[in-house]
């Protein structure tokens, strides 16, 4: 066992760290925004579209920089790219804390944006491309681990500044920090070696894989990257030059691998993560919680479910595989997301009634339950507590006083009314007992994401692509996740209005069964599997309804026409396509 799966060298690990801040950085800024938002609306009192654009400005700038960043990744190299995303990401920071306004503090999140993108691109691939094959899923959702963690830590962060006016620029403040011990220590670290080699620094690659593999393990793994490479290079001189886009699209293996990659990344998003997250909060508050600020900690209990999860990951997937993971955990989120979607039917069903009408309510005075009431950005709902429970038969929909959401503007919820102590003010929840059924959905579907489509679309886009398209393509995917998630969070609100909040999660349950049959289908096992075979899975017409351990590895033929078959497979014969530079088994002609 030994022979075969080594211990991972200390400078593996150091290399893994450093790498993986990127990935922390990724989860804090995506956690940090709804923490500072609840100061900052008070502070620039701001609308819902400035609420809006301050969070979609850096999703949207975040896939532009994805994409750029697959084709700098090619021609400046993984480092520099990890690099170049530290820095800007160190500036978005010091913009965003230092902000005297919220046009400046809009800057800030596109400038943190570029860095968030470029880094979700660059370093699981930097990751894989330096980790030894048995270890490779392990040190890649080491980076999924930090993602969740900067999540979960972002929610620790935003619950101990949330008592001060002024703590949202600490939040923002204190991502520089990780930024900076990442730009100090890649200053010190190598280049993938793959990315080496491909650009004919054979020596310092060989260097790089010695401290990574120990000098015997190195010298054979130099040797299949540089015969994958030649290769490649083989390919290229007959293509005479053509961009690496022709090529993919071109090549059907790996136009193949990119679509599983890219829909792998699509259906991470649209099965419903940043609406469970987004309702965390607002869950919790159903569960009968008041204080914002205990909401806040309570929230990060519930989203360190996720790190959890990637924790669980990290040790199955070497045991379990890529493909079970995958299928196993978007199988268990369509279980979750049907529960959460009943769970608010019945909150729906069972809500209280509106039947105290306020004359000077305005429009707000018109909807007659609190399920309605509530669906209105301007309006919320108010109501006495029946005793200890949260559960009420009615209650009076009131106008939000903007300038301090706390309040409605009129009525018994208003911030000049005495209020009484069994008065709440439910700005954005309803009262309901089934409160806690959602919030035990949430936690399972945290829990569940976590264990498989949280960490494995990045996982498995690392290993797919050959080298020469691993930049390219591993940025297309990442470009597809922050546009289905800038779709998400561009949408979401109206179709909760169009069709119901439960309505919305019985939408993602049916989107998630999309994507297992779609999965299932096409995603082959890559578990052990060394990076330069692993495109060749996607090489016939259907790539798997099994693991993938009983394929025939497709591989260039020499230019003397002898046969290089990856994997001997006795149960195929193996044949030269005259002509052509593949050999396929006879029963896939």
């Known amino acids: 066992m030994t022979e075969h799966n080594p211990s991972l060298t200390s400078f593996i690990k150091v290399l893994t760290f450093f790498a993986a801040l990127g990935g922390f950085l990724f989860g804090y800024d995506c956690g940090i925004i709804s923490g500072a938002l609840v100061l900052l609306k008070t502070e620039y009192n701001l609308s819902t579209l400035w609420q809006q654009l301050i969070v979609s400005i850096t999703i949207g700038s975040a896939a532009v920089a994805a994409l750029a960043g697959g084709f700098l990744n090619d021609i400046l190299g993984r480092k520099r790219v990890i690099l170049l995303a530290s820095f800007i990401f160190t500036i978005g920071a010091g913009v965003m804390a230092g902000t005297p306004n919220k046009e400046v503090l809009l800057v800030g999140r596109l400038v943190v944006g570029l860095g968030v993108g470029l880094a979700a691109t660059t370093v699981p691939v930097y990751i894989a491309e330096c980790a030894p094959p048995h270890a490779r899923g392990r040190l890649v959702i080491v980076n999924g681990c930090c993602i969740a963690g900067g999540t979960a830590t972002a929610g620790v962060i935003a619950g101990s500044f949330s008592y001060f006016s002024w703590g949202w620029r600490i939040m923002f403040g204190l991502s520089a920090v990780p930024a900076i011990i990442q730009l100090i220590g890649f200053l010190f670290l190598p280049e993938s070696p793959r990315w080496l080699v491909r650009h004919g620094h054979h020596q310092k690659a060989l260097e790089v894989l010695k401290k990574i593999h120990g000098s015997q393990q190195a010298e054979k793994e130099h040797e299949i990257i540089q015969n994958s490479e030649r290769k490649q290079k083989r390919i290229e001189h007959e293509q005479k030059g053509r961009s690496v886009v022709l090529q993919v699209l071109e090549t059907p293996a790996v136009r193949k691998a990119l679509i599983v990659g890219c829909g792998l990344q699509i259906i991470q998003q649209f099965a419903g993560i940043n609406t469970v997250v987004y309702y965390n909060?607002?869950?919790?508050?159903?569960?009968?919680?008041?204080?914002?600020?205990?909401?806040?900690?309570?929230?990060?209990?519930?989203?360190?479910?996720?790190?959890?999860?990637?924790?669980?990951?990290?040790?199955?997937?070497?045991k379990v595989g890529r493909r079970k993971l995958v299928l196993g955990s978007l199988a268990g989120l369509v279980i979750c997301l049907i529960f959460i979607g009943v769970a608010f039917l019945m909150i729906s069903i069972t809500a209280p009634s509106a039947d105290i009408v306020n004359p000077v309510a305005g429009i707000c005075a018109s909807y007659s339950t609190c399920s309605d009431c509530i669906l209105e950005e301007n309006c919320g709902f108010c109501f006495r507590q029946n005793g200890s429970s949260y559960v009420t038969n009615s209650g009076s929909c009131l106008p939000v006083d903007k300038t301090d959401i706390k309040h409605s503007i009129v009525g018994m919820c208003s911030e000049i009314y005495n209020k009484t102590s069994d008065t709440v003010w439910g700005y954005d929840f309803c009262p309901s007992s089934f409160g806690y059924m959602a919030l035990a959905g949430m936690v399972m579907y945290l829990l569940i994401f976590g264990q498989g489509m949280g960490p494995m679309p990045w996982v498995i886009n690392t290993e797919i692509y050959p080298t020469w398209a691993r930049g390219f393509c591993n940025g297309c995917a990442t470009a597809a996740n922050w546009i289905s998630n800038l779709i998400i969070s561009m949408t979401f609100l109206s179709l909760t209005e169009a069709i119901t909040r439960y309505g919305a999660f019985f939408l993602y349950a049916g989107i998630a069964v999309v994507g297992f049959v779609f999965l299932f289908t096409l995603l082959p096992e890559t578990k052990d599997k060394p990076l330069e075979d692993i495109v060749h899975l996607f090489a016939r017409p259907v790539c798997?309804?099994?693991?993938?351990?009983?394929?025939?590895?497709?591989?260039?033929?020499?230019?003397?026409?002898?046969?290089?078959?990856?994997?001997?497979?006795?149960?195929?014969?193996?044949?030269?396509?005259?002509?052509?530079?593949?050999?396929?088994?006879?029963?896939?002609?």
Do not use: H
């Open 544 to 589: 798997s309804c099994c693991t993938g351990e009983s394929y025939v590895q497709y591989d260039i033929v020499n230019t003397e026409g002898e046969e290089e078959p990856l994997l001997n497979d006795t149960k195929n014969e193996v044949k030269t396509i005259p002509g052509s530079d593949t050999v396929k088994p006879l029963n896939a002609l």
């Open 281 to 318: 909060g607002t869950i919790i508050r159903m569960s009968g919680v008041e204080s914002d600020t205990v909401t806040l900690w309570l929230a990060a209990a519930v989203s360190s479910c996720s790190l959890i999860g990637n924790l669980i990951s990290l040790f199955l997937v070497s």
